[in-house]
């Protein structure tokens, strides 16, 4: 989550630097024909349903991380040990 921070927050007060979402209103509003709209909500849903799909693999990989733990052997008595 840090690394993910650590992009995250340069990339977003560089955007806020260049305007980039005025800049991508002004293309969508000039280019009716291209439905440049369209692309940028599939970047979007790809972007959710990676994070989602990340997520569910890091639970998955926490559980199989704890399944394979060494156990603590039970201690033998007995028998002069």
Known sequence: MIVIGLIALPVYLSALWFNVLDR???LTSQHKN???DWIIVLV???GLTAKIFSIRRVIDLRR????LEPR???ARHGRGN
Do not use: N, W
Not at 64 to 67: F, G, I, R, T, V
């Open 34 to 36: 291209h439905e440049f």
């Open 64 to 67: 199989a991380d704890l399944e």
């Open 44 to 46: 979007v849903v790809l």
């Open 72 to 74: 603590p052997r039970p």
């Open 24 to 26: 991508l209103f002004e």
